[in-house]
């Protein structure tokens, strides 16, 4: 555990290409209708997620799904592994075609006792370019926390009531079928979220956990079908408490006028008890 900081400043880069089908393949899983992909066509913010993908050697793959411990991540030596939230800036369109380069660099390792043990943040960063550009056209801070495994003694934090009073709505039921397609289309192994057995029985919750990516997605994407014409600048979400495939939930958006600008839409999702599962910001051009 004393040497994960020295991770600090790794950087790897990958290349890829803005292929049509995988977009085609999330408008299904969102449940859009089917429409041609053309060249040049916008990519919607946070499709780059089906880009870059883990391909990691099937003999690499550790008993969680996961990729092993080492490689570019730090080797932390705690079993549970969570998404616990990104930061993004949008500064240029991504388009179908594009050629693209995403360099990921560890910008922090930070440890710390909490109250259900050891637990580490990792902090990477990531900058997607486009074709020859020096510049990046997106900027991404995702945020990684490992903890221990789950104890019979451990006391679940307090949950915290989501906001009233949203202006759009969705109900999405997170069955099998779509937890998978979400897995498949982000070639994410990770067992959490497709292998009841386990993740009952091994990692001690109650059901499968709805992948925290796929939230933020159907967050952006409400927004998309609300204000289909915004240019999104910015986009910020945490995850606060997991979801489970056992029951629907919701995902809510409301404009704020607060900020006395009108381009700050705040969105949230919540569990079937009404209890705040994810809660993030959006700032629009």
């Not at 290349?15 to 999330?26: E, F, S, V």
């Not at 799904?65 to 932390?76: E, I, N, S």
């Not at 600008?261 to 079937?272: E, F, I, N, P």
């Amino acid at each position: 555990m004393d040497n994960l900081t020295d991770w600090i400043g790794r950087s790897e880069t990958l290349q890829d290409r803005i292929a049509p089908t995988p977009i085609t393949a999330l408008r299904a899983t969102l449940d859009h209708p089917a429409a041609a992909i053309e060249a040049g066509s916008l990519l919607p913010p946070l499709w780059h997620w089906l880009y870059f993908l883990p391909m990691h050697r099937q003999s690499e793959i550790g008993a969680d799904g996961h990729a092993k411990r080492g490689g570019f991540l730090p080797p932390v030596p705690l079993p549970r592994r969570m998404w616990a939230g990104s930061q993004f800036e949008f500064h240029a369109p991504v388009r179908v075609g594009d050629r693209v380069s995403r360099t990921s660099t560890i910008a922090d390792v930070k440890s710390k006792t909490g109250r259900t043990g050891t637990l580490v943040f990792v902090k990477v960063r990531h900058e997607l370019r486009c074709n020859d550009d020096t510049r990046p056209a997106l900027t991404e801070h995702h945020d990684i926390v490992y903890r221990e495994a789950q104890r019979a003694d451990d006391v679940a934090p307090p949950p915290q009531a989501a906001a009233t009073g949203a202006v759009w709505q969705r109900q999405i039921v997170p069955d099998d079928v779509l937890l998978f397609r979400y897995s498949a289309l982000t070639f994410n192994g990770h067992r959490i979220h497709y292998d009841r057995k386990y993740v009952t029985e091994v990692e001690g919750y109650p059901g499968l956990i709805v992948h925290g990516p796929l939230i933020a997605t159907l967050l952006m994407d409400l927004l998309r079908h609300n204000l289909p014409d915004a240019d999104v600048a910015s986009f910020q979400f945490k995850a606060v408490r997991p979801t489970f495939d056992l029951h629907p939930f919701r995902v809510n958006g409301q404009p704020s006028l607060s900020d006395g600008s009108g381009k700050t839409v705040r969105l949230w999702a919540q569990d079937h008890e009404g209890w705040l599962t994810m809660d993030a910001t959006a700032t629009l051009r």
